[in-house]
């Protein structure tokens, strides 16, 4: 799977951020390399940890391009 790049790269910038917080303490991505992840791992974490919001409320956040995205490698599943 080929990820979108605003995608990719604002799911490496929210994962990043949550481990210079400490949010990965005592797990595999407290030591994550997230630039060197792939399209689908990158995909996984998107999918299960990132954007999780419902439709209605990505709507009204203007995050549309997250929303069709994130519908686009659900039907790829």
Same mark, same amino acid.
């Given at each position: 799977?080929?990820? $979108?790049?605003?995608? !990719? %790269?604002?799911?490496?910038?929210?994962?990043?951020?949550?481990?210079? $917080?400490?949010?990965?303490? /005592?797990?595999?991505?407290?030591?994550? $390399?997230?630039? !060197?992840?792939? $399209?689908?791992?990158? /995909?996984?974490?998107?999918?299960?940890?990132?954007?999780?919001? %419902?439709?209605?409320?990505?709507?009204?956040?203007?995050?549309?391009?997250?929303?069709?995205?994130? !519908?686009?490698?659900?039907?790829?599943?």
């Amino acid at each position: 799977m080929k990820l $979108d790049k605003y995608v !990719k %790269d604002r799911t490496i910038s929210w994962l990043e951020g949550m481990q210079v $917080d400490g949010a990965f303490q /005592g797990q595999p991505e407290n030591e994550m $390399d997230f630039q !060197k992840l792939s $399209d689908n791992d990158l /995909g996984y974490y998107f999918i299960e940890w990132y954007f999780t919001e %419902d439709d209605q409320t990505a709507l009204e956040n203007d995050e549309t391009e997250l929303l069709q995205e994130r !519908k686009r490698i659900l039907k790829q599943k």
